[in-house]
């Protein structure tokens, strides 16, 4: 079988870049596997990465597509008109996009709907912001591409890597319900395991300045503005606990702003950003609890790796992940918007002993979601899919 994915770009922090080099490996791992067992070749998957900057690993195939272009708009139409004429080559039996591009096979909706994310994101903007953002060319183009891609009849098959995401589709857009597939993102359980806190509890603790007894919570992430950082901060301020601590990890061009927002909420003593990291378990394992108030997010890979390590999680209604969450029992649910709430969660989290009440249920929930569990049904659906219909 010969698999071509589609990613434009290659960010290390991005949760989409990650889903990528995780369902490569797993692909990887399985053809291995398959081969010690003298499978027949015709059940081994080829893959090859279609994409226009890419850091991933040496070994990967990588078919680079990069078009001249001045602006995102210009960036993104070139990308895809490129694409599209990859596909109508051939070569591929399997082509499966992680961007809004018509006339391929498979769709992973990693970045959720846009015309959710803009009505979301409008609740929070003044009415010129509002009229701004829907003149705006590079929205309009994206609109326009998401609804063309859906309503496309070559699309065999969209995976959804939440049912918040899956519904939102089925209701926005007439997309028949068998072609909505429900993969969540794996998460390597050993690398991303409760044991951490006792491999780095205490040298991050003292490396950061923070007491061992102090709540310490801990947000990753880049696009603050999405990810509701500002929000976070207005509802530190407002706790009752002053003894906790926020650790703001993630690259964002916006950081020196949200810096500066925590000076003037008073925060400077409780919350220190550290930018982006290549490595997050450290802090996994020396924080108490994560939290993600997100105005949007299909299924954060951060938040999985955080219940994964035994880490309650806060976060929102309009966040993928919060149907593992049962308020708690391994973390807290609310709006994004509503300040006053997440600062009552964050105190809830903050009383001695509550987080650590929650750790084996946060574990629990997500001991399921293993990345060969991903590959299994990512295989699984390409066989479906290449197989005729008897």
């Known amino acids: 079988m010969k698999l071509a ?7 290390p922090y991005g949760g989409a870049e990650r889903f990528v ?53 210009w960036r993104d139409r070139g990308f895809s008109y490129s694409v599209q004429a990859i596909v ?13 591009i018509p006339g391929c096979d498979i769709y992973r909706a990693g970045d959720g709907v846009h015309a959710t994310w803009l009505a979301l994101r409008g609740r929070g903007q003044s009415a010129f912001m509002r009229l701004a953002t829907i003149l705006h060319p590079w929205h309009r183009y994206t609109l326009a591409a998401e609804s063309a891609m859906f309503r496309d009849l070559r699309l065999k098959a969209v995976i959804c890597n939440s049912r918040m995401v899956r519904d939102d589709i089925a209701n926005r857009f007439d997309v028949a319900e068998s072609k909505l597939h429900v993969i969540y993102n794996g998460v390597d359980l050993q690398l991303f395991h409760p044991s951490l806190r006792e491999t780095h509890r205490h040298n991050v603790r003292a490396n950061l300045g923070i007491a061992e007894a102090a709540p310490f919570f801990l947000y990753v992430g880049s696009g603050f503005e999405r990810k509701g950082v500002p929000q976070l901060l207005h509802a530190f301020a407002l706790m009752k606990n002053k003894a906790a601590q926020l650790l703001i990890v993630g690259q964002d061009k916006k950081q020196k702003n949200m810096e500066r927002l925590a000076s003037t909420l008073g925060l400077v003593q409780r919350v220190q950003f550290v930018g982006g990291q290549n490595d997050v378990k450290p802090f996994y394992g020396a924080a108490d609890a994560f939290v993600l108030p997100t105005l949007y997010d299909p299924f954060p890979n951060a938040a999985l790796e955080a219940l994964a390590c035994g880490l309650p999680v806060i976060t929102s209604t309009t966040c993928g992940v919060a149907e593992f969450i049962r308020n708690g029992k391994n973390g807290y649910v609310g709006n994004a918007h509503d300040e006053v709430q997440l600062a009552h969660h964050l105190d809830a989290l903050s009383v001695p002993g509550a ?3 929650m750790r084996e249920h946060a574990r629990s929930s997500v001991a399921h979601l293993g990345v060969e569990r991903m590959a299994e049904q990512l295989i699984t659906l390409y066989q479906t899919l290449i197989t005729p219909p008897l």
């Open 355 to 357: 987080s650590e009440r």
């Open 5 to 11: 994915l589609v990613r434009q770009k290659y960010n």
């Open 88 to 100: 109508a080559e051939g070569r591929f039996d399997l082509v499966q996009s992680h961007e809004r």
């Open 21 to 73: 080099e995780r369902a490569l490996a797993a692909l990887a791992l399985q053809n291995s596997q398959a081969a010690q067992a003298s499978t027949t070749p015709d059940q081994k998957i080829h893959t090859t990465l279609i994409t226009r900057q890419w850091q991933g690993p040496a070994e990967q195939n990588v078919l680079m597509c990069n078009p001249f272009y001045l602006g995102r708009l």
